[in-house]
């Protein structure tokens, strides 16, 4: 344990894997081009909402290639709408702006949403479900930190763009809560061992009934790019809600998957 009753976490990944994102990321995003038929002859979905909550200091346009996607898998896929992911809204209560977007498409699609988020916007999903788990039907979450921000190279950032410390009592207690299990929710942890913006270990999940973790090589930059978490999330979307089942992995998925 550490001086703030945490686990003790991993450090941050190497500053000099980060500056090799954004390459690998356009690397991985032009692999889209000859996996492209391949993804799109995937098989539908029920046409459930699928609602994406982009990473931090992104916006809408990130998930544009997964709303695509969603869309052509037959989803009702909605983008969240509220600009630029700081992780807190300085004109309002984020929390409660995200329940109120959740509940909208909740009752216009009279049916639970799945939940989509990248990085921070997963951590913004997987609380969204757990205050309003009745309207959630599952969450997939993409390279999200769940511990010590610490662990990332983004928490001198957050800092200074959200207006608080990471030391903050508030924020250590939302820290100690990430690890909790949900209410009957479903939860897919997508993380990747090379991701050199969060570390590895914080982006998995601890063991439980419903909940599971998919290893993917790829960038933290590149996931909404890769073919092979496109497929993972083509395939977690389509688990049926009273029969969810963990990834598959074995035969050729274990060239990809682990």
Sequence with gaps: MDRHGLNKEPGAPSLMLALLEGPRMLSE??????????????????????LTLPGFMATDRSTRV?????SHWGYDAQRWGLGRNYGVLHDGDIETA????????YEASGAPVSLLGWSLGGLLAREMARRQPAMVRNV????????????TNAW?????????????EEVRLRIARLREPL????????????DAIVAWQIAR?????????IGINTSHLGMGFNPAVLYAIA????????????????????????
């Design 66 to 70: 997964l709303r695509h996607y969603l």
């Design 183 to 194: 209410d009957n929710v479903p939860t897919t942890a997508i993380y990747s061992k090379s």
């Design 205 to 213: 999940l601890p063991p439980g009934d419903l909940v599971e973790n």
């Design 29 to 50: 995003a032009s692999t889209l081009i000859p996996a492209r038929r391949f993804l799109e002859a995937l098989e539908a979905g029920d046409g459930h909402t699928v």
């Design 140 to 151: 997939v979450m993409l390279g999200s930190p769940l511990g010590d921000p610490r662990s």
């Design 156 to 168: 001198r950032l957050f800092e200074w763009m959200s207006g608080r410390k990471i030391d903050d």
């Design 98 to 105: 995200l329940d109120d977007i959740l509940a909208e498409h």
């Design 235 to 258: 395939d977690r979307l389509r688990q049926p809600v009273a029969h969810w089942q963990p990834f598959n992995v074995s035969g050729m998925r274990r060239l990809f998957f682990h």
